[in-house]
C-alpha cells in the first residue's frame, strides 16, 4: 500500500505541474509594493531572493515544502507511535490517505500546507515552558499574514495544540494565564487588521501592471486572472459561496463516503479518548474537536473551496490524534492489519487519488 500510495502521489505531482497555477503564481507575485497587503507574506519573501518570478518557482517551492512537511510527519509518527509492523496500518490510514498528501499534492502552490508544517513543528518541539505558547502565538501570526483563512484552517487547531500539551498537563501560573491571553489577542488583532486593512487600494490595473513587472515572462497574462482577489471584500466572498452552495452540496455524500472509508482510523482516536487516565483530559480532548470543526464549518459558509476544507479538516484530526496520544492513558491496540474490513478499505483508501478543490475529484 506505500508503495501504491508512493506511486499514486507520483501521478498526481506529474498531471499537476501540466496544469496552469492561476492562484498559487499570483501569490508569488504579490508582496508589500503597495503597503501592507493580505495574503503578500511569502511573496514579499520571495522577492528578496528573485525580483524576477518564474512560473516554475510554483511548482518547485511547493514541492520542497510538501516534502518538508511529509518528512517532519514521518517523524512525527515515528515518536509518536513508533514505525514498526503492528503500526504501519495506521500510518498507511493517515499517509495515504486522499485527505493528506496526496490532496496537498493536488493542491501544491496553495498555502494550506504551511499550516500543517507549523502545527507539525510544534508537536516536535518540547512544551516544557512558556516559550512554547509564544512559539505558537508566532506560528499563528506568521500563517494569518501567509493567508487569512489560517485564523480558522489551522489556527485552531495550533490552539487546541497548545492546550492538549502545555495548559492541560501541568499547574497553570499566572503568568501562563497572561501569555495565553496575550497570545490569543495578538492573533485576533492581526487578522482584524489583515481583513479589513488588507486589500488593494491602488487602482486593479495599476496592480495588475505591478504584477506583470514582477513576472519572468510577461507574456503568461493570463496567470493573472485572479488578481481581483486582493480587492475582493468578505461580504463578497460570503455571497460567491452561497451562490455556489446547491451546486457544492452535491459533493457532501461523497465526502461523508471518504470519511466513513477511514472508520477504522475513527475508532482507534475514539478508543485512545475513552482510554485517558483524567477525565478532564477526555472533555479537553472532545472540545478541541469541536472546536476545530465549528471553524471548519464557517469556513464553509465563507469560501467556497469545499474539497480543500474537508481536506485540510481530516488533516486537523489526524493532527489532535498525535497530540491526544501523548496524554497519559491505558494501552490501546493499533487498527488491526489482517481484519478484512480494514484491508479493503485501506486499499480504497489507497487507490483514491486526491480530493480536490473545490468538488470531489
Known amino acids: 500500500m506505500i508503495a501504491l500510495n508512493a506511486a499514486v502521489m507520483l501521478g498526481v505531482l506529474l498531471h499537476k505541474i501540466t496544469l496552469p497555477p492561476f492562484v498559487p503564481y499570483i501569490h508569488l507575485l504579490v508582496d508589500y509594493h503597495f503597503g501592507f497587503t493580505k495574503r503578500a507574506l511569502i511573496g514579499a519573501t520571495v522577492s528578496v531572493f528573485a525580483p524576477k518570478v518564474p512560473v516554475w518557482l510554483v511548482f518547485a517551492l511547493g514541492a520542497a515544502i510538501w516534502l518538508v512537511t511529509l518528512g517532519l510527519f514521518v517523524v512525527l509518527f515515528r515518536r509518536t507511535f513508533s514505525l514498526g509492523e503492528r503500526q504501519m496500518p495506521l500510518f498507511v490510514f493517515m499517509v495515504g490517505s486522499p485527505f493528506f498528501f496526496k490532496n496537498f499534492m493536488h493542491t501544491l502552490g496553495h498555502f494550506d500546507i504551511y499550516g500543517c508544517a507549523f502545527a507539525i513543528v510544534l508537536l516536535l518541539i518540547p512544551a516544557r515552558s512558556i516559550l512554547f505558547v509564544a512559539a505558537a502565538a508566532a506560528a499563528s501570526l506568521i500563517l494569518i499574514l501567509i493567508h487569512q483563512i489560517h485564523f480558522l484552517m489551522y489556527v485552531p487547531t495550533i490552539a487546541a495544540l497548545v492546550v492538549l500539551r502545555y495548559y492541560l498537563v501541568r499547574s497553570v501560573s499566572r503568568p501562563d494565564v497572561i501569555a495565553g491571553i496575550a497570545a490569543v489577542a495578538a492573533v485576533g488583532v492581526l487578522f482584524l487588521v489583515v481583513q479589513v486593512h488588507g486589500s488593494m487600494t491602488v487602482p486593479e490595473d495599476q496592480f495588475i501592471s505591478h ?141 483514491i487519488p486526491r480530493v480536490g478543490i473545490v468538488r470531489p475529484f
Open 211 to 351: 504584477l506583470r513587472e514582477r513576472m519572468a515572462d510577461p507574456s503568461q497574462t493570463r496567470l493573472l486572472t485572479f488578481g481581483y482577489i486582493w480587492y475582493q471584500g468578505l461580504g463578497r466572498e460570503i455571497r460567491d459561496t452561497w451562490t455556489r452552495m446547491p451546486s457544492n452540496l452535491l459533493g457532501v455524500p461523497v465526502f461523508a463516503l471518504l470519511i466513513w472509508l477511514h472508520a477504522p482510523l475513527q475508532r482507534y482516536f475514539a478508543a485512545l479518548i475513552r482510554s485517558l487516565s483524567d477525565d478532564m483530559h477526555r472533555r479537553a480532548a472532545v472540545a478541541a474537536i469541536i472546536a476545530v470543526s465549528v471553524g471548519y464549518l464557517v469556513i464553509f459558509a465563507v469560501v467556497f473551496d469545499y474539497s480543500r476544507w474537508i481536506s485540510n479538516w481530516a488533516v486537523c484530526m489526524f493532527l489532535l490524534l498525535h497530540a491526544v496520544k501523548t496524554l497519559p492513558a491505558a494501552l490501546v491496540e493499533p487498527v488491526a492489519a489482517y481484519g478484512r474490513r480494514n484491508t479493503v478499505f485501506g486499499w480504497i483508501v489507497t487507490l
